[in-house]
Every structure is written in structure tokens, then in C-alpha cells.
């Protein structure tokens, strides 16, 4: 790999922490830790072998991306909410019931329809190497990330002692 550009790798790291969505509350559950981030842009562009240029032109894309699904998700978590509301009352009419199944099928077809447009836009960033690569990163980061995640929760094992007296 082409060495990255430090001032490079600094302006994907300012723009990475300062990347939060700042009129949106925290979902719990749904927040990234920035330095988690950060090395997930940089384990990226290390697994990729991605140039300086590839760093400047698909990073913000990814970015751009995520965003636009972060939100997407956000909004099919209000309205499965809108639909527990729904389910506490005391008469649910079908009427109800259809509209509220026709908008959580047209937020999800919005999430997928983001995936599939970003998909199909990866060979404008990428090689087909790397568009390759790109499709199993993400999986193995977060495997690797809940598996790290594991191992620091697990107390240590203590070695068994002989009773004492």
C-alpha cells in the first residue's frame, strides 16, 4: 500500500469525530463510538489498500452513505414505535392496521434501495478487488469487534487453589 498521507489520515480522522448528527438524539443502542470509527475508517483503508485519492473521494462517500441509513433506520424505529402505539389501543381497525404495514414496507424499501444505489456505486471508487474486499470487511470487523468485546467482559479465570486453611 501506498503510504497514507498523514494530513490525509488526520483531516479522515477530524472529519470522522466531528461526523455527529447534531440535532438527532443518541438511540440507545445505535451510536458508534467515534474512536470505534475511526478505526474501523482505518482498518478500512489498510484491508483496501486504498490510494490517497481513493481515501479523498470514497471515505466521505462510505460516510455520506451511512448517514443516509443511520437515518433511514432511525425513522422505521419511530414509526415501529408509531405501531406500538397502535397495538395499545382498544380497537385496532385493518385500515389502521394496512396503512401502518404500508409505511414500515416503504422505509425498508428505502434502506434497501440506499444499499443496493451504494453497492452498484462502488466500482466508481473502487477496484473490482477491492469491491470484493469491501463486501466482507464489514462483517469481519464487527465479528472481530463483539469478539474483543467478549474477551474483555469474561472475568479471568482464576487457577483453582487448594482450600486454604
Request: net charge positive.
Amino acid at each position: 500500500m501506498k503510504a497514507i498521507n498523514p494530513i490525509i489520515l488526520m483531516l479522515l480522522t477530524a472529519t470522522i469525530v466531528r461526523g455527529q448528527a447534531p440535532d438527532l438524539p443518541p438511540v440507545p443502542g445505535d451510536e458508534v463510538p467515534q474512536g470505534v470509527e475511526a478505526v474501523r475508517i482505518f482498518k478500512l483503508t489498510q484491508a483496501l489498500n486504498l490510494t490517497d485519492d481513493q481515501i479523498t473521494t470514497f471515505i466521505p462517500v462510505l460516510q455520506r452513505h451511512e448517514e443516509q441509513v443511520r437515518e433511514a433506520q432511525q425513522a422505521l424505529r419511530k414509526i415501529m414505535s408509531e405501531g406500538r402505539t397502535l397495538l395499545n389501543e382498544d380497537k385496532v381497525n385493518q385500515k389502521e392496521v394496512d396503512k401502518f404495514i404500508a409505511r414500515v414496507n416503504q422505509q425498508q424499501n428505502r434502506v434497501q434501495q440506499l444499499n443496493q444505489d451504494f453497492l452498484n456505486s462502488l466500482s466508481k471508487h473502487l477496484t473490482p478487488r477491492q469491491q470484493l474486499q469491501f463486501l466482507g470487511f464489514e462483517e469481519r470487523f464487527r465479528r472481530q469487534l463483539r469478539e474483543f468485546i467478549q474477551q474483555r467482559r469474561e472475568p479471568p479465570t482464576r487457577p483453582n487453589r487448594p482450600p486454604g486453611p
